[in-house]
């Protein structure tokens, strides 16, 4: 490939004639509208001039810059409807550099690049300096309407398709070899010596037809939903998309108002909207809710576009519109599971001062503080990582325990229902039988090889009130006294739960006994 220059705006240079795809001058092209015609055959145009112009048009709006980085290939003459396919693959990938590249609003540079290669293959590339694309997002299977247009035109016309996504932005490249563009199917027009080959008006004509029920079988098969209205707001097509959205078949709303898709408090929308479409303006990407046809409410993204006749005047107005129900629902968990972190850490935070500051105290060594505080921590650390799982809902009881107890599992009895427990009831369950465990592994029933530990729980209904029991009970360890001062694991034990029920304990000489007992739905996680 030859070496790119880069330039804000393509440029012929005056002494260069345009050259064909053969690599042949060709006569200078005359202007008609917007199109560079060739002097021998009103069906060839500049493809160069025509995605120039094409792409000026979808950046129009927006604050993206647009650049063309050009091989001095002068002039690109091919004939008009092949011209017109590799168009509407340019400028889908325009639009959508333009929609997504930046979220966030700054401004950014979308460039087009033409090569050439010996074989005389032409390359297209369409690059941004944007996010790129979604990190599980597949360009050769997934998108929308635009990506499946850029897919069945490229395969009309015999095109490579690749892509390059990275967070540095996004690259796409057509790739037409010779043998496509100079395919008579495909209806291009090789300038050569000023002589040129076009196809004629009945080859023009079915390419034309193939090429309208290439884009009518996108338009059918597309999982958005694609319909048309004129200007009065009446809806006069309707895709098997748009009926698996809002449940209507085409024969149901085809004549009817559009109106009905839109929610009462929303109805003012479509004035605005058909006012802008009469203006010939396009109705970039928003969202917003419609209605189904079981009255559900549904969110959907919505562009619409003017439809215009061949005199260019506007007739009516097509509009794409998408599910996002499930990324607005996913947005939605995010947001509260980053409140939920920013609390969560908050409260670890304190909770972490508390078990440093207070481990310290009656320990005979700062070894042993060190251990104290370590073991605590690391109990938190392991009801954090169960919360985590559960995006911060809840735990469940059992696994709380038996995470917990699992150094002593062999010598533990656990008996009771499964119970998801809100995130902060866990972690203070957690902190409590972890002081249980290690109490009982210095000073109970753990620290000799015949003791065990029974831990059961049950619900049962009392008054119409769902009440919650948990009862700790050590067997067979050395003779119990109460200990004479109270450290951090006591006061642990008796206030971290007292928050949601009652607390007993009871230093029986045959083992420690630790109850609790209160209304269930204090510790449950909310549905």
């Known amino acids: 490939m030859q070496s790119l220059t880069k330039n804000s705006e393509f440029s012929t240079p005056a002494d260069a004639l345009p050259r064909g795809l053969n690599g042949a001058h060709a006569p200078a092209p005359q202007r008609v509208g917007n199109l560079a015609v060739n002097g021998h055959d009103a069906a060839t145009v500049d493809l160069v001039e025509l995605l120039r112009e094409k792409s000026r048009q979808a950046c129009r709006a927006s604050s993206m810059r647009l650049e063309f980085a050009a091989l001095g290939l002068g002039g690109c003459e091919m004939h008009a409807g092949t011209a017109t396919l590799i168009s509407l693959i340019v400028e889908e ?62 395969a009309r016309l015999g095109a ?6 990275t967070s540095l932005g996004f690259r796409l490249r057509l790739q037409l070899p010779r043998t496509s563009l100079e395919a008579s199917n495909v209806g291009l027009t090789i300038v050569s010596n000023g002589q040129g080959w076009a196809a004629g008006p009945e080859q023009r004509k079915q390419m034309d037809q193939a090429a309208l029920r ?69 109705v970039k990407h928003y969202e917003t809710v419609r209605v189904r046809k079981d009255g559900s409410l549904v969110e959907i993204s919505l562009s619409v576009s003017p439809i215009k006749d061949d005199d260019g005047r506007v007739i009516g107005a097509s509009k794409i519109a998408r599910d996002i129900s499930e990324r607005k629902g996913a947005q939605m968990r995010q947001e509260l599971l980053v409140r939920e972190i920013n609390h969560r850490t908050k409260n670890l935070f304190a909770i972490i001062q508390s078990v440093v ?46 995470t917990e107890m699992s150094p002593y599992q062999d010598r533990t009895e656990v008996e009771g229902p499964g119970i998801l427990l809100s995130a902060q009831a866990a972690q203070n369950l957690a902190l409590a039988i972890h002081e249980l465990a290690t109490n009982a592994a210095k000073y109970g029933a753990l620290c ?26 050590e067997e067979g360890g050395p003779i119990v006294a109460a200990p004479q001062r109270k450290g951090f694991g006591s006061t642990v034990l008796e206030r971290v739960m007292a928050e949601y029920f009652e607390v007993r304990i009871d230093f029986a000489a045959s083992g420690v006994v630790y109850e609790m007992r209160g209304p269930l739905e204090a510790i449950m996680a909310e549905k």
Do not use: C
């Not at 979220?103 to 690059?127: H, K, N, Q, W, Y």
């Not at 490579?160 to 996504?165: A, E, G, R, Y």
């Not at 809002?246 to 004035?271: C, H, N, W």
């Open 93 to 154: 990938a325009v639009v959508n550099a333009v929609r997504y590249a930046h979220p966030s609003g700054v401004d950014g540079v979308v460039t087009i690049a033409f090569e050439r290669d010996d074989a005389r293959a032409l390359s297209i590339d369409i690059m941004d300096d944007g996010v790129g694309l979604p990190e599980h997002f597949d360009p050769v299977k997934d998108g929308g309407t635009g990506f499946q247009i850029i897919r069945a035109l490229s």
């Open 160 to 165: 490579k398709l690749t892509f390059d996504s």
């Open 214 to 282: 290439m884009l009518m079988a996108i338009v059918k098969s597309s999982d958005d939903a694609i319909l048309s209205k004129d200007l009065n707001g009446v809806i006069t097509s309707w895709n098997e998309g748009a009926q698996r959205l809002f449940g209507y078949t085409a024969g149901e709303v085809v004549g009817k108002s559009v109106t009905i898709l839109i929610p009462q408090d929303r109805q003012d929308e479509e004035p605005q909207i058909l006012d802008r479409i009469r203006r010939g303006e396009r």
């Open 357 to 402: 500051s207070k481990s310290f105290v009656g320990k005979s060594s700062v070894d042993e503080a060190k251990q104290a505080v370590l073991s605590r921590l690391h109990a938190l650390a392991q009801t954090n990582v169960l919360l985590m799982e559960k995006d911060f809902h809840g735990a469940d009881i059992r696994t709380i325990i038996a």
């Open 448 to 473: 000799t090889l015949s003791g065990k530990v029974r831990l059961n729980w049950l619900i049962r209904e009392e008054g119409g009130e769902r009440l919650f029991t948990f009862r700790w009970k």
